[in-house]
């Protein structure tokens, strides 16, 4: 049956060309985002799964940073302290070569007054962005976290884990800055016989640090000057195993970041498979379209068309 007042093809040519048109948008969009899930609308799961990988991501970079600023203050306090070993090295030597009878102490004090101040200088050099962990406070905390880690588990449970450095006397502090107290390594007192008394006597304190200069070829004094040496050895060790814990420290700092930046390549990855668009596959679709919507087009307009061939059986 023929109608003027419905015209079933012009319909249906109409509602297909809308939808191929509806669909040439989608691609379109995809096209010009790179996307195929761009919203929620698109794809909820998908999309929710990214939008939390991708802050997951965020917190991941952040953890990078954090590691590259630890990294970063531990370097200095390694770089510190290996020169502080050598100072104390040479501190040692000299001490050694004052056993000798006969020599003037004083002057070999001289030298080693001199090598003090370079462990104190040292020591209050190694700062960085306001953290120095060769000196502080004995009553303040005793160790430094460095953020590892970040992670989410199969509940959504967040844990950050963490890099911890012990900065107390056990640990790397060579100058303890607590007023009345001395428990550095280097500023700690210790006793020693001298000329039949017992005196006590720091490594590098500012106001306790030993003085070799009244000391005489008397056998006990000499004895006091050898338990000199043995603090200093004694310091030297325990700077070894600080130095060791800093170095231990700066190796898994590196590692960890090796991994954190693999890991964020991998959330890119993984989120890139969830939601980006195959652009080969949306080319050859967008051309598709193109092509049915032309023809859609064109079948409007034949439908379209049959309003004048009705016209023409009531001519003549």
Do not use: C, H
Not at 228 to 254: C, E, H, P, Q, Y
Request: proline share 1%; charged share 15%.
């Amino acid at each position: 049956m023929s109608s003027i007042n419905t015209n079933v093809a012009a319909m249906t040519a109409l509602q297909t060309l809308s939808q191929t048109n509806k669909e040439l948008l989608g691609t379109q969009n995809r096209i010009s985002t790179g996307l195929r899930v761009k919203d929620a609308s698109d794809n909820a799961a998908y999309w929710s799964i990214a939008t939390t990988m991708r802050s997951d991501r965020a917190a991941v970079s952040t953890v990078e940073d954090a590691l590259g600023l630890g990294a970063a203050t531990v370097e200095v306090a390694v770089t510190a302290l290996n020169s502080a070993i050598e100072t104390i090295t040479k501190i040692k030597a000299k001490l050694v070569a004052a056993r000798a009878p006969g020599l003037d102490r004083g002057k070999i004090q001289s030298e080693i007054a001199e090598l003090q101040a370079e462990l104190r200088n040292t020591a209050g050099s190694a700062v960085f962005s306001g953290e120095n962990w060769l000196q502080g406070d004995s009553g303040g905390p005793l160790s430094k976290t460095i953020v590892a880690s970040f992670s989410r588990d199969s509940t959504g449970s967040i844990t950050i884990g963490t890099i911890e450095i012990n900065i107390g006397p056990s640990g790397t502090m060579l100058f303890d800055t607590t007023t009345g107290t001395v428990s550095g390594i280097l500023d700690s007192v210790a006793s020693y016989a001298l000329a039949g008394t017992t005196a006590t006597y720091s490594i590098a304190g500012a106001t306790t640090g030993m003085n070799i200069s009244g000391i005489t070829d008397d056998p006990d004094d000499l004895l006091g000057l050898e338990a000199m040496v043995d603090g200093v050895d004694a310091a030297l060790n325990t700077m070894t195993d600080a130095a060791t814990l800093l170095g231990a420290a700066k190796s898994r700092i590196n590692l960890q970041k090796d991994f954190v930046a693999k890991l964020m390549d991998a959330i890119d990855v993984g989120i890139g498979q969830l939601v980006d668009a195959d652009m080969n596959e949306e080319s050859t679709r967008l051309q598709a379209l193109q092509v049915r919507q032309q023809l859609g087009v064109q079948a409007l307009g034949i439908a379209n068309q049959s309003a004048q061939m009705i016209l023409r059986l009531f001519q003549n």
